[in-house]
């Protein structure tokens, strides 16, 4: 069964920091893509990697794929409160069928 | 645009009752996918189609049951309501199994 591990499980900050959370497997994925879900709402993509060592950026938000394509990184630099949510990943298999992490939840106070 | 529309929005049944989740998309998407997400653990794939008439089990499939009768519509059945199918339901969609997936804004369901 193919896991994917996201890390830290929760995290509180204040607005101005940085923080960086993280997405671990075994399993080698196709992609890999990051969301994020708002209380009562259902997730949204945020972004998508393919390639191993792959960077995307988008505003603050930084997204690394691993080399071997098992693992990802999420880092938000200068954190808003606009930024509180729960950050999802989730690896395409061979299957193109998602593999989900648990979420990381985040909260930035003001 | 509405994307995908979920009902109802809150759910309490008893042991043993049944009841059917609404999932209606706009975006004339082929792929449709009903997950389940339970706290503290990924969503899981309960079934998903890839056009109307066609339909396949995912990871959870045991105690639901589905079908797509239409492009637009991708109804999940729970026959027998057990406690442990208390969990938040999401239906998504895209147009090809490659491309993004759109989530609904889920249904969340207590049994008791």
């Known amino acids: 069964t193919q896991l994917l591990e996201q890390s830290p499980q929760f995290l509180s900050i204040q607005e101005g920091e940085n923080l960086t959370v993280y997405c671990n497997s075994s399993?080698?994925?196709?992609?890999l893509q990051w969301y994020r879900q708002e209380p009562g709402e259902g997730p949204v993509l945020l972004v998508t990697v393919v390639t191993g060592g792959e960077v995307k950026k988008l505003k603050r938000l930084t997204f690394q794929f691993g080399d071997a394509r098992k693992d990802s990184s999420l880092h938000i630099t200068a954190a808003q409160t606009g930024d509180t949510g729960l950050y999802l990943c989730a690896g395409k298999d061979s299957n193109y069928q998602l593999i989900w992490g648990a979420g990381t939840k985040l909260i930035i106070k003001p | 645009n509405a994307g995908v529309t979920q009902t109802p929005k809150f759910r309490i049944l008893k042991i043993g009752q049944s009841m059917t989740l609404q999932c209606t998309q706009d975006?004339?998407?082929?792929?449709m996918y009903w997950y389940r997400q339970d706290p503290g653990m990924g969503l899981k794939l309960i079934y998903y189609s890839v056009g109307a008439g066609i339909t396949d089990k995912g990871e959870v499939p045991n105690g639901y049951n589905v079908s797509r009768s239409t492009t637009e519509d991708f109804p999940l059945r729970l026959e027998l309501a057990a406690p442990s199918q208390t969990s938040v339901y999401f239906c998504?969609?895209?147009?090809?199994?490659?491309?993004?997936?759109?989530f609904g804004p889920g249904t969340r369901l207590l049994v008791l």
């Open positions: 975006m004339n998407h082929n792929y």
């Open positions: 399993s080698v994925f196709s992609s």
């Open positions: 998504a969609s895209s147009r090809l199994r490659v491309e993004t997936q759109y």
